[in-house]
């Protein structure tokens, strides 16, 4: 009867909704470096520590008030609150007690509750011993106010700052990692004081005239001389003191320097992981994101475009100085190949990016990258670079929705405008990066003045703007030369002035900020005017 209660109850805690929630949202305040309420609640944790550890030193010459009485109990009942947290989300009980029973359903054998609740305890027990439940189960017994002696407890609450400022946790981490280096210097320097403590004491007793009473002050002098702070309380008076004070005072030289080299070395071998986690940190904070891939040229006239736009942006490349350019120019960069799942996963393709950018200088490469990328999300959109017209059809395979041909639009751009110089000097401005010049895209609304004209009509030079190109869905424009496919529609180049402008379609100007804003004016302010007019 109680197995069939607790396995209930085991499996409506893993279909509440409410319960997963509840132990997720607990888990991220908690334990979740990326989620942003953790780092809220490291800063109230780290200012109540502080707090409390000041109020405790500050009763140790000053009499006990009842709002510092008050306050100490609600720093307790936070620590209380927040040991009992860790411990709930630490393991799930109900998950051990499905896992024993699904394991005996599925052999055939009898489900012994024992065992279950034995996993569990263990589980549990293994968060009580670990050294950071220890640190905050310290931390709360300086509280118990009877027993003064728990004060020297104290020093644990500080200790549980390590768990809050992340800082700590690096440093702490690179130790982990150096434990075996640090270990063999810590007995090798256990030997060496064991040794000096001993010749010091026969050399420097009271019988030989010299001011150590007994071991314990050899041990005291040993462990002040092999720091190199030499307090000089006990001072040595007989040669062979003095001699084995500088064997200590040399190997105590040598013992810092070889610690130091050790901590450098683990944080120069760390370092790398912890830049990389850094950037991974701020790409999961991101949203609307445009992932580019490459940094050559090309990549980096796009990533300044952006960088200017106040765009969020992430650059992967497997070019390491790519890479050491975007970080100096202050963009978030990820070295490695965009063609792999993990290096696309890391730059956020499935949390928080909009669009890809495959711009690098081999159509190869642009190829494997928007495969991979339409893999692993079918809903982003992909624009890849071409740089020959033979792979175009293998990108639009591939997964691309739009193609950029550089080279064509440049050879395009020169046929069509040779002879214009105020088009050149406007695409020359955007290369330049002249912010006064821009390019681009209005729409045409319906009961917009440009609706049903002719280009020619329309004279955008007396705007002062360039037209560059028409999008439009309309089928009338389909035997038109410089026609190029889009999905659902087509873009026209430099339509000819006969091309009859319709609502929907996407103009592309170029031209000084101004004029493109005084275009838009107009277009919005004859929109406006259409709808009253037919209101009245």
């Known amino acids: 009867m109680h197995t069939r209660l607790i396995l209930y109850i085991a499996y409506s805690l893993k279909a509440s909704a409410r319960y997963q929630r509840s132990k997720t949202f607990f888990y991220d305040l908690l334990e979740n470096p990326q989620c942003k309420l953790k780092s809220y609640f490291d800063v109230f944790m780290i200012m109540l520590v502080i707090s409390s550890v000041s109020l405790l030193l500050y009763e140790v010459e000053h009499q006990t008030t009842a709002w510092a009485v008050s306050f100490e109990n609600f720093v307790v009942s936070v620590f209380i609150i927040e040991y009992l947290l860790r411990g ?19 052999l055939g054998t009898p489900f012994h509750l024992h065992k279950a609740l034995g996993q569990i305890i263990a589980d549990k027990l293994s968060y009580i011993f670990s050294p950071s439940a220890i640190i905050d189960l310290l931390a709360i017994l300086p509280s118990y106010r009877p027993l003064r002696i728990l004060r020297i407890f104290l020093i644990f609450r500080l200790f549980k700052l390590f768990r809050y400022s992340q800082s700590i946790q690096m440093f ?46 050899a041990f005291y002098w040993a462990v002040v001389t092999i720091s190199t702070v030499g307090y000089g309380d006990i001072t040595p008076v007989t040669h062979g003191g003095r001699l084995v004070t500088t064997a200590l005072i040399i190997s105590g030289l040598g013992l810092l320097a070889f610690f130091t080299s050790i901590i450098v070395a683990a944080f120069s071998e760390k370092m790398y992981e912890f830049q990389e986690e850094r950037v991974l940190s701020s790409i999961e904070k991101l949203c609307d994101t445009t992932i580019v891939c490459g940094f050559g040229r090309v990549g980096q006239d796009i990533a300044r475009q952006l960088h200017t736009n106040k765009q969020n942006f992430v650059i992967v ?54 495969l991979t990328s339409r893999y692993l999300n079918s809903d ?54 002249q912010h006064d010049v821009q390019m681009e895209v209005l729409n045409i609304h319906p009961g917009c003045f440009l609706e049903g004209i002719s280009v020619e009509q329309a004279d955008f030079n007396q705007y002062k703007a360039r037209l560059i190109g028409v999008v439009s869905k309309n089928t009338d424009h389909a035997k038109r030369r410089n026609r190029y496919k889009l999905r659902n529609q087509h873009f026209y180049f430099n339509p000819d002035p006969g091309f009859i402008l319709c609502a929907g379609d996407i103009l592309v100007l170029i031209g000084r900020h101004l004029s493109i804003e005084y275009l838009h004016d107009l277009i919005a302010t004859s929109c406006l005017q259409k709808k009253l007019e037919k209101s009245l």
Not at 179 to 204: D, H, K, N, P, V
Request: glycine share 8%; hydrophobic share 45%; aromatic share 10%.
């Open 88 to 106: 709930w989300i630490y393991s799930d009980m109900h998950a051990s007690i499905i896992k024993q029973h699904e394991n005996t359903e599925y």
């Open 172 to 217: 702490t981490g690179v130790l982990k990692n150096k434990r075996f280096e640090l270990t063999m210097l810590a007995i090798f320097m256990g030997f060496l004081i064991f040794i000096a403590s001993t010749a010091i004491y026969m050399f420097e007793n009271e019988k030989m005239g010299g001011q150590i009473t007994d071991l314990y002050d």
């Open 317 to 370: 490349d497997k070019n390491e100085q790519h890479i050491a350019l975007a970080k100096r120019n202050g963009y978030i960069a990820l070295l490695g190949d965009a063609s792999k799942n993990s290096v696309l996963e890391q730059a956020g393709i499935n949390h928080g990016a909009k669009a890809i950018l495959c711009i690098t200088g081999d159509d190869v490469a642009n190829v494997y990258i928007t």
């Open 380 to 433: 982003i959109t992909i624009i890849a670079r071409a740089n020959h017209e033979d792979n175009v059809k293998k990108m639009y395979q591939a997964g691309a929705n739009y193609i950029v041909q550089s080279y064509t639009i440049a050879g395009l751009l020169a046929a069509e405008y040779i002879g214009h110089p105020v088009a050149f000097e406007a695409i020359n401005g955007i290369l330049h990066g």
